[in-house]
């Protein structure tokens, strides 16, 4: 089992709806959580970052955190084309270490 | 604002050559990681720098080395490369190594192997 699990897609979202993508971890000494945005052959972005349990919002994104439950969401509001990319989960205890990540697709 | 900044962006080598991978980190960030990305897969963490000391060990193979200067840029060195070496390899640097501290990513080497 990998440390930090996604189901890796595609999830398809019409333009415009809210896309929900999740992520799991295993150790529980983890204390920092960041989703990054990969285009294809590009590099890791990072567009979130949350280290308390509840959600933080920045413009479109919402990250969601669940300690307890070992959980972690980002959703994106509104949802465009240009928003199709792979969400990587992230997650450090000392180490940060990705998960596989999910292909999200926005349909016009 | 400045970003991570990887060189060469391409690299072409043959099996049993070295390559040599470099990345200057964020001004100000002391802090540099190095992962390597195959297709498909997720980055995975090699070895990490703090103050020019390594700071952390990955899955990085006995055939490769690093180093953080003075000056914080790093090297990825490489030898014996391996067909199974063909991938994309970031460097991301942090301002510190605290968890708390997110890591930007540079635009990645990518290497290929004949």
């Known amino acids: 089992q990998k440390e930090v699990e996604q189901n890796s897609g595609p999830l398809s979202v019409p333009e415009g709806a809210i896309a929900s993508l999740n992520c799991t971890y295993s150790?529980?000494?983890?204390?920092?959580f960041f989703w990054y945005r990969q285009y294809s052959g590009k590099s890791p972005e990072l567009i979130m970052s949350?280290?308390?349990?509840g959600d933080k919002e920045d413009g479109r994104f919402t990250a969601q955190l669940n300690k307890a439950s070992q959980y972690v969401s980002l959703l994106i509001r509104d949802s465009q084309p240009s928003d199709s990319a792979t969400y990587l989960c992230a997650v450090k205890a000392d180490k940060l270490i990705f998960g596989t990540g999910t292909r999200l697709q926005v349909f016009p | 604002a400045a970003g991570v900044i990887q060189s060469p962006r391409h690299l072409i080598k043959e099996k049993r050559e070295t390559a040599t991978l470099k990345c200057y980190p964020i001004p100000r960030h002391d802090t540099v990681y190095w992962y390597q990305q195959g297709p498909g897969q997720d980055p995975q963490f090699l070895i990490s720098f703090y103050e020019k000391m390594q700071s952390d060990k990955g899955s990085i193979p006995d055939r490769f080395s690093a180093q953080q200067f003075s000056d914080y840029h790093s090297e990825l060195n490489m030898s014996s490369l391996e067909l199974g070496d063909s991938a994309l390899y970031f460097c991301?640097?942090?301002?510190?190594?605290?968890?708390?501290?997110?890591?930007?990513f540079g635009d990645g080497t990518r290497l290929s192997i004949l």
């Open positions: 991301a640097s942090s301002a510190g190594r605290s968890s708390n501290q997110p890591q930007h």
């Open positions: 949350i280290y308390s349990n």
């Open positions: 150790d529980r000494g983890s204390q920092s």
